[in-house]
């Protein structure tokens, strides 16, 4: 988690972010990752640089197929 | 898919096959290995070649009468064939080691007599010794050889000293018991044989049996008795290559008790027609030896160097996509319909990158000579895969074109005929980018055709966003809808100004009349108003291959407004929009768009807007051919997403105006009032992740209305997602006044996360 991420809170329950073990799925495949959640509505976060990052590469691995 | 569905596609397909010279030689050398291999003076392997496929080199190197040379594709360029018999005579001469393989196979109890020490009944005898048979042949003369052609004795020939050597040679490694001076007189001799092959050479004895020979098999009417060479007929070289391909069968029938083509190869000779185009391959003169010796090494590897190693790759020679995935037809074929076989979650797919990276341009069915057609497989593949459904379809690969199709086909649908009338002759079908492009594109061409023609409008997409997903419901459910409308409008011929659009229409609704546009406006002298360049380029889009009244047309309008035109060297090739492959392989779209921007250094005259599209965002100077007509050049700029939206709402509103007199009120949305700053960066970034303003603005609606959102204190920033079925949008922003939005950053995803939000 890179430091801006921490500052980045709930508005609408104006509570702090927590990382949450999150289910994603993508082409019939399932896997978990810990991604920021507020820990009282569930609303989850994905970062940019999760997003063009990680997730990306997960996206371009499984369509390789 | 079937496997046998899939590679119907490529049956055609002889890449990697042997090329004509390898059918036509009765050994079916493959010559294409045996030449690359001298030519780069590798001369071990090229007589393991040789002598693998011809028994007896020093022998066939000189009494073969090369069929191959007629079907030498270099003499398609005028030059002699490639002088095989002295390429193989090098061979020999330079092969430092020719001394047979050794086989470490146990001893075979089975026993095989073979009549006739001519080379038929020994290359017979060698290759059942090879596998360990015992093997025993009866010669009623005293030495091995047999006959000339002439009916004299091999002995006779002056290079019989090099022709016994090689029998020698090539029976070294093996143990066979030879009988000279034993006239085989009835079979009864040699009852106990388990198997006999007779080879008595021409004219010779067959033991009452030749009329029931089996010219495929081998066989004759006695089960365990075979025959082949020339006493059967054929040529001294077929009969040794009959022996060897009689050798195989007889293996089959001791190891079974039936004679079959288990262990041989079966050639289709009728393939030796199947030749390439050779363009641009270079004349190159047959190497003459200096020496009456025969080649030096030198020579021998500059005269095996004229082989053109005639394999057809034309397609993947000149295909980025086939290119980047280096794979040959046939096994694309077998991946298509392995694709279709995965079942359940614990199997991946087998192909679905290179399914959805086809611009399904047909240029690989134009270069083929076979016409084999890969993008119609991957179509097929791509439409396999839509009907499949379940999780695995790569929906984010066509989405943003289906959303915009679906916009197309309702909010932007109109049909409408002129002047109130209820019936038309002709009505304009734009196509759904044109007049998102440039309204005047429709505007004007339909002021036109209203003036010459009895014309109305039909405004729709043709359903290529579909086709390309490989969706065939939505396609068909727009066909009917646009039959439907065609059928109320009295049935008029269409206008098209889109290849794509025409050849869909080809496809699908072929009982349409369909005339092009740029044919029409062709008709009128003197039409074209501008001339932006003094030399152009007419590139052709790719859907246009084969319509030559399109081409024609926009050639007469370029030429009329006194631009000096040229060609390219490969016409209609794709300009990398087709097929929608840029989500699905977004560095190849590049590639392609940029390989094409580049094949000529002259301004393009382009007349599909999709090409234009490509060449103006890249910066390569073109025109729309309806620049040249109506002077409706602006520049380079091409519209935002939004902008084409926009257009295209403004042609429908215009033209339901006039034609209908109704004013058009377009779907309104909440979000619609919400006011966004974007830098011309973002808007660039937003572009090429095909993230329109009105999805930011929807997002951010959806975020403040609801209260979903995060916020970050220090930096006064908010930010928010909206999950569609597909994509997920995200927006970081900063409100600056009420309503009124800083966009700062803008991203998406594909996959997809589970959320269950609550009441707080």
């Known amino acids: 988690m890179s430091t801006g991420e921490k500052n980045w809170k709930c508005a609408k329950c104006d509570k702090q972010l927590v990382l949450k073990n999150t289910d994603f799925f993508y082409l019939g495949h399932k896997f978990t990752y810990d991604v920021l959640n507020c820990p009282q509505c569930g609303k989850v976060l994905i970062p940019k640089e999760l997003a063009e990052g990680r997730m990306a590469e997960l996206e371009e691995a499984l369509e390789d197929k | 898919m079937k496997l046998e569905d899939a590679t119907r596609y490529t049956e055609k397909c002889f890449n990697g096959e042997p090329a004509s010279c390898s059918y036509a030689c009765p050994f079916h050398l493959d010559i294409r290995s045996f030449l690359e291999k001298v030519s780069r003076g590798r001369w071990v392997p090229a007589y393991k070649v040789l002598r693998n496929a011809v028994i007896f080199p020093g022998i066939v190197s000189v009494l073969c009468d090369e069929p191959c040379r007629e079907h030498c594709q270099r003499t398609l360029l005028g030059d002699e064939a490639l002088a095989m018999l002295d390429l193989e005579a090098a061979c020999i001469k330079y092969a430092k080691n020719t001394k047979p393989e050794f086989f470490a196979i146990p001893p075979k109890s089975e026993r095989v007599a073979v009549i006739g020490a001519g080379v038929s009944g020994l290359a017979c005898a060698l290759n059942l010794a090879q596998k360990k048979y015992s093997v025993t042949v009866f010669e009623k003369e005293s030495g091995w050889g047999g006959k000339l052609p002439n009916g004299e004795r091999l002995s006779s020939h002056p290079r019989f000293a090099d022709f016994d050597q090689d029998i020698a040679l090539q029976f070294s490694a093996v143990d066979v018991e030879f009988r000279y001076g034993t006239e085989i007189k009835s079979l009864t001799e040699l009852a106990d044989f388990d198997a006999i092959y007779i080879a008595t050479g021409k004219g010779g004895d067959s033991f009452g049996l030749l009329a029931s020979w089996d010219a495929e098999m081998f066989t004759t009417s006695e089960p365990k008795v075979f025959m082949g060479g020339t006493l059967c007929g054929v040529s001294k070289m077929e009969g040794i290559a009959h022996s060897v391909q009689a050798s195989k069968i007889m293996e089959a029938f001791l190891q079974t008790g039936k004679a079959s083509l288990v262990n041989a190869q079966v050639y289709d000779k009728k393939n030796c027609e199947r ?148 019936e038309c002759e002709y009505a304009f079908f734009p196509g759904c980018q044109l007049g998102a492009f440039n309204p005047d594109y429709v505007l004007k061409s339909y002021e036109f055709l209203s003036s010459k023609y009895d014309c109305g409008i039909l405004l729709n997409c043709c359903g290529a966003p579909a086709y390309w997903a490989g969706d065939e419901s939505l396609l068909n459910e727009n066909m009917e809808k646009i039959k439907q409308a065609w059928n109320e409008m009295g049935q008029p011929t269409l206008v098209f100004a889109c290849a794509t659009c025409e050849s869909i229409f080809n496809m699908f609704l072929p009982e349409i009349k369909r005339v092009s546009l740029y044919a029409l406006l062709a008709e009128e002298e003197g039409i074209s108003s501008i001339r932006p360049y003094d030399e152009a380029v007419v590139f052709d889009p790719c859907n246009a291959r084969n319509n030559h009244g399109l081409e024609t047309g926009v050639r007469k309008l370029a030429t009329e407004a006194g631009i000096s035109l040229h060609e390219l060297k490969e016409p209609n090739r794709c300009c990398g929009y087709g097929g929608h492959i840029r989500l699905a392989n977004s560095s190849l779209y590049e590639e392609i768009a940029q390989h094409r921007a580049e094949a000529s250094d002259k301004p393009y005259i382009v007349y599909c807007v999709n090409c234009q599209d490509v060449f103006a965002r890249r910066g390569k100077e073109c025109s729309h051919i309806l620049d040249l007509v109506f002077d409706l050049k602006k520049g380079l700029k091409v519209p935002t997403l939004d902008q084409k939206r926009a257009n295209s709402v403004e042609v429908k509103k215009i033209l339901m105006k006039k034609e209908c007199g109704i004013d058009f009120e377009p779907e309104t949305h909440e979000w619609d009032g919400l006011k966004l700053l974007i830098s011309d960066e973002m808007q660039k970034d937003m572009e090429n992740k095909l993230i329109s303003a009105a999805d930011l603005k929807e997002a951010i609606w959806q975020a403040e209305s609801s209260g979903y959102k995060f916020y970050n204190e220090s930096e006064g920033l908010f930010m928010c997602s909206m999950i569609k079925p597909v994509i997920t949008y995200w927006v970081q922003y900063k409100e600056i006044a009420p309503q009124t939005y800083e966009i700062v950053s803008v991203y998406c995803h594909r996959i997809h996360f589970k959320e269950e939000v609550k009441q707080p």
């Open chain 2, 275 to 422: 030749y390439l185009k050779h363009d641009g391959a270079v004349s190159v003169p047959r190497v003459i030896a200096s020496s009456p010796d025969g080649y030096t090494e030198e020579e021998a590897k500059k005269e095996a160097a004229r082989c053109l190693l005639c394999d057809c790759d034309y397609c993947i020679a000149s295909c980025e996509m086939l290119q980047k995935f280096r794979k040959k037809p046939h096994k694309i074929a077998v991946e298509v319909a392995t694709d279709m076989q995965v079942t359940g979650n614990l199997a991946s797919r087998a192909l679905t990158r290179q399914t959805y990276s086809c611009n399904l341009c047909g240029h690989c069915k134009s270069v083929c000579p076979e016409d084999v057609d890969i993008g119609a497989l991957l179509q097929s593949s791509r439409t396999a895969r839509k009907n499949a459904g379940g999780e695995s379809y790569p929906a984010a690969f066509h989405d943003f074109w289906l959303r915009e199709m679906d916009f197309a086909v309702s909010e932007g649908f109109l049909a409408a005929t002129p002047n109130g009338k209820n």
